[in-house]
């Protein structure tokens, strides 16, 4: 079974740093992965997702991020942050198997200071 | 395209009634519905797996006596909460895939308060 782990819960940034968010995943094969961003009260929105090929993805918002098989990672970054960025940010893996399940991380809260 | 609705947004309901909660996609035929339960500042936890004209599959732990889950067609999946307790408040939020697709279009939620 696939787990994933988003190690940290907060992150602060300044408006217009640069945003780095960890995601590590386990899975006994080559994993399909998303990011999703959720506001408060919403539901969730895809940034971006890899299912093959190229490891490095762009998404919206601009949003990337690097399929890392060797580290089990795949991490999201932002060069510049903006304040709407704060929110709720999930990374989820899917199985290659029938189920198509999906297993998300705990998530991290992205705080943005003006 | 691949938009999923639900219905209702919110719903506040007395304790021992039943609530039901329906998933439809919009503009495909879905394959599977899934059904998440998010508590407050929690992530997503995956309840079951529906297929159109199958029962559902419940992942461990979730009873499924208490969360009916009924695939009637390839557009629409409800979930009834039966005899809801006010620890059953929460955010359920659906999704769905599409043919032979890896990707899940998910549904804006369901806020459930059960007084």
């Known amino acids: 079974a696939q787990s994933v782990t988003q190690p940290d819960i907060h992150i602060t940034v300044s408006e217009g740093a640069s945003l780095e968010l960890r995601c590590n995943y386990s899975?006994?094969?080559?994993?399909?992965l998303f990011w999703y961003v959720q506001s408060p009260g919403q539901g969730l929105q895809l940034l971006l997702k890899?299912?093959?090929?190229?490891?490095l993805v762009q998404g919206i918002k601009g949003f990337e991020a690097e399929f890392k098989r060797s580290q089990s990672s795949f991490n999201l970054r932002k060069p510049s942050v903006h304040w709407s960025d704060a929110a709720e940010y999930f990374c989820a893996v899917g199985a290659r198997d029938s189920s198509y399940k999906l297993i998300f991380g705990s998530g991290t809260r992205l705080l943005v200071r003006p | 395209g691949a938009v999923v609705s639900q219905h209702p947004s919110r719903v506040i309901c007395k304790s021992g009634t039943s609530v039901k909660i329906e998933c439809r996609s919009l503009d495909f035929q879905a394959t599977t519905m899934f059904w998440y339960r998010q508590f407050p500042k929690q992530s997503l936890m995956l309840m079951a797996t529906s297929n159109e004209g199958s029962k559902a599959t419940y992942e461990q732990g979730v009873e499924k006596d208490k969360f009916l889950i009924n695939h009637a067609s390839l557009t629409l999946s409800t979930l009834t909460v039966t005899s809801a307790h006010p620890e059953d408040s929460s955010f359920y939020i659906c999704s769905a895939r599409a043919g032979q697709g890896l990707e899940q279009f998910f549904g804006p939620g369901t806020r459930l308060t059960v007084l």
């Open positions: 890899y299912f093959s090929g190229d490891t």
């Open positions: 899975y006994g094969a080559t994993p399909y």
